[in-house]
């Protein structure tokens, strides 16, 4: 085959790959629908006496599968005969069928042995479009059912969370990037998010916000829990008085574990201030409960606070909002100022500010979410407005978290700053000891004569009235030393031609003058002419005189060691003989 086969062969199997991720996503449908089927039928098999058979059972799960979603349902059995909304979502049961869509969209872009893996783009699309058929597919078999979803929330919020989590599986699947952002988009934001410093600081405002939005969540849960312990004989009696048996009393448990992150969420907005309503009429807050609620007999609405104005015990709820800006303004610091580093890679105060506020606003944002969610009507007039408001819920988390964050933000960078400073200084002065007593145990430097300086190789130059040792040859005077340098230029004045290659000693060299030193005379040159100081008696004209420096003649014998007393002298050798 041709180099082409590849690529036809990819083409021929894109189909496949696309086929596989649409099923992908239509069985998370179907294994959420299917724990949710089991748990229903369980529940219809051990109570004593059902209302209904086997049929509206699954109706119901279906229903009821429909509404973990976030779709709203109606009940049509009312004892008023008016059909009634039920649109309190158990978060509980929520998590379930987002995370089998997240973990679908997740898997499809993993390729198996044999077969690749689509775009991101086709694996959004597969999952997302699987998963709607299965859900329209519910949708239909529950519509004539006593329990049966509103079309237009099927729609939002249903899809829309399907929609989400399969995004967030493909997000996580490409390793958590943050751009390109679309094409469409405007050019500066290109710009922005190609460089690195933006996508540090949007790294640290995500943490931020998840950190904030978790701290308040967890806060509200501890609300609540201490609520239900300070309330709990009412509670048991709510739950004691629902339940006669214990088929019913494990529903009623199973029913009010699945609100549990619901109650969290209430607690969390009624730390923040805002509170929640409970209908139309009523209102609990730390500083009041107003209002005549109209309550429905259950476990978890037993635990609410007395009626009237708040105690301190109700205003230290107010601690949950200020844990969650403090815990804003943690995680903003320490990317600000890492344990780790420089203190040149510490951000600025404006920086800091910037990046603790925008985690604030991501705060908010997510505390408006989880309000949206936890609540909904359970009936009309009177009943049709239960939980948060979301819009107040998240303008209070984004005020204490900003009014709180930031300057805690600013003071938690300088602490760090200060403290890192102090620790360089400690180090310094550690080092600074050490230096100290390793010189100390160093051995004192032994002071250098004020004389000069003579070398191994070198003599000392001889003055003009020291005689000279005869044969011996030509000393080399040292320059004076002046540091490591001269000291080194010092080999340049050292004879360079071999010892047995010297016909005649060269000249010695002038010793250089030192200051504050007179200078030294020059010696004489000796007078070829001149007679010589001898032992022989003067009168002897043509005796040999013995110098101290040795003639070259060219006539003379070829031994160097005797030297030649005249040039008309035979060659003999010998010790000239005198003239008698």
Known sequence: MTERSPSLSADQGRPAVLVAAVLRGALAAGLGLGSVSVLVAALWISSPAPDSG???AFHAAAAMWLLAHGAELIRTETLTGVPAPMGVVPLLLAAL???LVHRAARDVLEPDEGRGAPSPGAAFASVTGGYLLVGGAVALYARDA???ARPLSLLLPAALVVAAAAAAGVWTACGYPLGPPPSWAPVRL????????????ADAVGRAALAGTAVLLGGGALVVASALVWHGAPVQDSFLRLAGDWGGRVALLLLALGLVPNAAVWGAAYGLGPGFVLGTASTVTPLAFTGRPALPDFPLLAAMPAHGAGTPLNWAAGAVPVAAALTVAWFTVRRAVPAEGDREEAWGLGDTALTTALGAVGCGIGAALLAAASGGPLGTHALADFGPLWWLTGAAALA?????????????????????TKEEGEEETKETKADRKEDSKAPA???????PRHRWWSRPARTADEPQAEGAAATVPVPPSGGPEADLDSYDFL????????QEPATPLPEPERPGQEPTPPRPEPDADASCETDLPADDADASCETDLPAVDANASSEPDLPVADADASSETGPPAADA
Do not use: C, K, Y
């Open 54 to 56: 086997p049929g509206e």
């Open 97 to 99: 069928p987002v995370w």
């Open 146 to 148: 006593t329990l049966s």
């Open 190 to 201: 290109h710009e922005a998010m190609a460089r690195t410093r933006f996508l540090r600081r």
């Open 400 to 420: 204490w978290s900003t009014v709180i964050g930031v300057p805690a933000a600013l003071l938690l960078r300088a602490w760090r700053l200060r403290r890192r």
């Open 445 to 451: 430097a032994v002071p250098e004569p004020a004389g």
């Open 495 to 502: 004879p360079t031609d071999p010892w047995h290659t010297r």
